[in-house]
């Protein structure tokens, strides 16, 4: 049972090249989403999925593309990658999409990204 | 819109002493739901405690509880006995009782543990 993975690592991406960052769990979760890591900004959301076949935009998605082809599989695309973009991104998953079941968020190691 | 403000950015306690970090919120929401996050060096996001707001009881993991003040729309973490593994960001965070699971993050309090 290996949790939520985020491949790779680590990333340096030139201004304009794409890329796909990978998130992967294997805990049968309906809900996934992706937020970003900056310096004085907390954590803030992207995306998020509450299923296979449905995503939604969270509070900053702009020059972020998602999609949920499969329960277990949720990848961030950056089509065309900017300074703005360097960031820490971390994916999160639970059992349950709504709150009320208290189904608690499972992190993610995260993805350092660094774009010139 | 729900937003959290967490307006210590660092702190510090000795090891063995008790520090107690703050944390406000807004939204128009009567029910929702409240966390502490930690986040190490290794970057890993682990669940320190969470509150419901419809539970007046205040929340407690072992060393570490809070005080949830609903009318004041506060919520501090209080770290007891504090350890040098405490050492770590954490982030206060909100996520509504209904809808996604989608949570809203405070900036974060660094807390460093003097031995």
């Known amino acids: ?116 | 819109a729900q937003t959290v403000t967490q307006s210590q950015p660092e702190m510090s306690v000795q090891e063995a002493e008790t520090v107690t970090l703050s944390c406000t919120y807004d939204t128009s929401e009567n029910n929702y739901y409240l966390f502490w996050y930690k986040q190490p060096p290794s970057r890993q996001m682990i669940l320190v405690i969470r509150q419901e707001a419809y539970k007046q009881q205040n929340a407690t993991e072992n060393r570490f509880s809070v005080n949830f003040q609903k009318a004041a729309k506060s919520f501090s973490l209080k770290i007891s006995d504090s350890q040098l593994g405490d050492t770590a960001m954490y982030f206060c965070a909100f996520m509504k009782h209904t809808g996604a699971n989608n949570l809203f993050f405070g900036t974060g309090t660094r807390l460093t543990v003097i031995p």
């Open chain 1, 1 to 116: 049972n290996a949790g939520v993975t985020q491949t790779p690592k680590f990333q340096v991406l030139k201004t304009g090249q794409s890329m796909t960052l990978q998130c992967a769990q294997d805990m049968n979760h309906e809900y996934m989403s992706w937020y970003r890591q900056d310096p004085g900004m907390g954590l803030r959301l992207i995306h998020y999925s509450v299923g296979a076949g449905i995503t939604d935009q969270g509070e900053v998605p702009n020059g972020y593309n998602v999609s949920r082809s499969t329960t277990e599989d949720f990848p961030l695309r950056l089509l065309s990658a900017a300074p703005s973009q360097t960031s820490v991104y971390f994916c999160a998953s639970s059992y349950s999409p709504t709150p009320a079941s208290g189904s608690p968020l499972h992190f993610g190691n995260g993805t350092r990204l660094t774009v010139t």
